[in-house]
């Protein structure tokens, strides 16, 4: 740890632990230590640390042919992106592959402002989409904004479910109106579903695109493989990553039939699509349809909401979510709770300044969600 402190840049707030191994929703540190794992890589690891089908196809594909630019074809490629039509809503089965879900958000940017001739793009209050120049000038939080002005201009914010004022923020000049179905780093924020209709309606009646963000809701998580798909809506554009390579880099622009003039040379990336990142892709999008990951994020999901909300303790003041996202807003800063949670061997994520949030794998176990709510309760009670 000190060397890397050392030798590190810097920009992460660190833990004061060393993670060396994983098995499904489990964790080990370099002494030994057993933690449940309800950061599961920010939601990266959906299927959980480990997984044989998806360590087996890297292997094989590492000793085959790792990288392979999208200027020749390839027969992993192929696979992997024929897995993903699969589960995306229909309408939207063009693809761009690239290695974040930062990525996907300044291509489904680009497409959106290509394909209208417009430039402004709408986002919504606590909206998070990333730390690059384009998704963070989408991004709201001032703490993350400011130290980079002046960004891509051309963005305003709305607050986050009210139609009224997403209708004045439109112009003759929007390309895109870009949200997140359910808010993460925002705070665990689900948009209502007649909401989200109401907004691909304007969006249809003002000629802008509707862009989606599902870097970490899409693939299950929230209960179906899209949380889109709970409001019976589809976007113009969908940004994906975290969960869809199985814990390899990648992310994907999801595109529908209305986004129009993207010729060669418009956009590009060096390693989207590598053969390496596809097999790995495709392994984890075959795994998560042999569990049937959105019906076990749904069910556990449920039951860890209902477990959390029977917790009583004055600190609470909402527990919400979808799926295997949820968050438990705090009356006071969520720090000190982290941190006394990984003291009883669970991790756990922030949301904002007083929202802890659970994103763990969705085949953590019923034992060890009731292990994660026992230790809340009790810090919950305990911890100030």
């Given at each position: 740890?000190?060397?890397?402190a ?7 707030a ?35 640390h480990?997984n ?14 790792i990288?392979?630019?999208?200027i ?24 761009f592959?690239?290695n ?7 291509g ?18 606590r ?44 112009t ?42 599902e ?10 493989w899209?949380?889109?798909e ?11 990553g ?15 039939a ?11 990336s ?42 009583n ?9 979808r ?35 659970f ?5 953590i ?8 709510v ?11």
């Amino acid at each position: 740890m000190e060397l890397e402190a050392r030798l590190a840049s810097g920009v992460y707030a660190k833990r004061d632990l060393e993670i060396v191994r994983g098995k499904d929703a489990t964790l080990w540190d370099a002494a030994g230590n057993e933690y449940i794992d309800c950061v599961g890589g920010q939601g990266v690891n959906t299927l959980g640390h480990a997984n044989a089908a998806v360590a087996a196809a890297i292997a094989a594909q590492a000793s085959t042919l790792i990288s392979c630019p999208e200027i020749f074809y390839n027969d992993v490629r192929e696979r992997f992106l024929g897995a993903l039509a699969e589960i995306t809503p229909a309408g939207l089965d063009r693809f761009f592959l690239c290695n974040s879900g930062a990525e996907a958000v300044e291509g489904a940017l680009k497409f959106a402002r290509l394909s209208t001739g417009r430039k402004a793009v709408v986002a919504a209050v606590r909206g998070f989409h990333g730390r690059s120049m384009g998704a963070l000038s989408a991004t709201y939080e001032p703490k993350y904004r400011e130290p980079f002005l002046p960004l891509v201009p051309g963005f305003s914010h709305v607050p986050y479910g009210q139609l009224a004022a997403l209708e004045a923020a439109l112009t003759d000049d929007t390309a895109a109106v870009i949200l997140e179905v359910v808010q993460g780093e925002g705070g665990v924020h689900p948009a209502e579903h007649a909401h989200l209709q109401a907004v691909r309606a304007l969006c249809d009646a003002r000629g802008a695109l509707l862009i989606f963000d599902e870097v970490q809701t899409g693939f299950g998580r929230t209960g179906t493989w899209f949380a889109c798909e709970q409001a019976g809506i589809t976007p113009d554009l969908m940004a994906l990553g975290k969960a869809i390579g199985g814990g390899v880099p990648m992310g994907a622009v999801a595109i529908g039939a209305g986004v129009k003039n993207l010729a060669p040379g418009t956009h590009g990336s060096t390693f989207g699509g590598t053969p390496l990142a596809c097999a790995a892709g495709l392994a984890s999008l075959r795994e998560m349809q042999r569990l049937d990951i959105p019906r076990l994020a749904a069910e556990k999901g449920a039951y860890f909401k209902e477990r959390l909300e029977e917790i009583n303790a004055p600190v609470i003041r909402e527990v919400r979510g979808r799926g295997l996202l949820i968050g438990v807003e705090l009356r006071s800063r969520v720090a000190p709770y982290l941190k006394a949670l990984q003291s009883r061997g669970v991790l756990a994520l922030p949301a904002g300044l007083n929202v802890l949030r659970f994103l763990p794998p969705a085949v953590i176990t019923t034992a060890q969600i009731d292990s994660v709510v026992a230790a809340t309760a009790e810090v919950l009670a305990n911890v100030s």
